[in-house]
C-alpha cells in the first residue's frame, strides 16, 4: 500500500437486497468520503464509485456503481476504502492533524523519555484516545487533550505526552485491581 493514500472509510455488511452496504466512514462528516471521487481498495486494484449516500445511525447506507445485488454487496463485507492524500483538504489550524500523520510518532514524557509509538487513535464515545504501545509490553492510553498530548512535532517525529498519575490503588500482576489490605497485623 502506498504512503500517499488515505484511509477513509470500511465497507461493513450488506444492507438489504438491491446491492447497498453499510459503510463506517473515518472522518468528521460522515459522508465526506463521498466527496472525493472513485475510492480505492487496498491492494489499489479496485476502484468504486459511490452511486448514492444516506446517514443511517452511525453508518452510512451506501450503494456503488456495479453493486446491484446483496451477493455483489456482501462481497464487499470488510473491503477499507482509500483516497489519494492530495485530495485531502489542508488544515488551516495548527492544532489539527490528520490522525494518519500521528500513527507511529514516537510518544515521549516531558522529560524526553522515550515511552513508545503511537499505534492508534480510538473513539469509544468519550473522546478520542491516543494508543501508546511500548516497545515490548502492552499498550496504553491517555486521552487526545492539550494537557496530555501538549506537543505534537511532526518533523521531529515525536510528540510530548503526560501519563496521568496512577490512581495510587495496587493491582496484581495481571493488572487487576485488588482491595487494600484493611486487616490489622
Known sequence: MSEDRI???????????????????????????????????????????????????????????????????????GVDLYIPRGALPEL???DEFYHTDLLGLEAVSPDGETLGKIVALPDFGAGTLVEIRPNGAPSFYVPFTREAVPEIDLAGG??????????????????RERPEDDAAG
Open 158 to 175: 515525536k510528540v510530548t505526552v503526560v501519563v496521568p498519575e496512577s490512581t495510587g490503588e495496587e493491582s496484581d500482576q495481571d493488572g
Open 7 to 77: 484511509l477513509i472509510a470500511r465497507i461493513g455488511a450488506a444492507h438489504g437486497v438491491r446491492g447497498e452496504v453499510r459503510v463506517k466512514p473515518f472522518g468528521d462528516d460522515p459522508l465526506s468520503f463521498c466527496d472525493y471521487g472513485p475510492l480505492e481498495t487496498a491492494d489499489g486494484k479496485r476502484r468504486l464509485v459511490v452511486k448514492s449516500a444516506r446517514l443511517q445511525k452511525a453508518m452510512v447506507v451506501t450503494r456503488f456503481e456495479g453493486i446491484d445485488d446483496r451477493n455483489a454487496a456482501e462481497a464487499l463485507n
Open 92 to 94: 488551516d489550524d495548527e
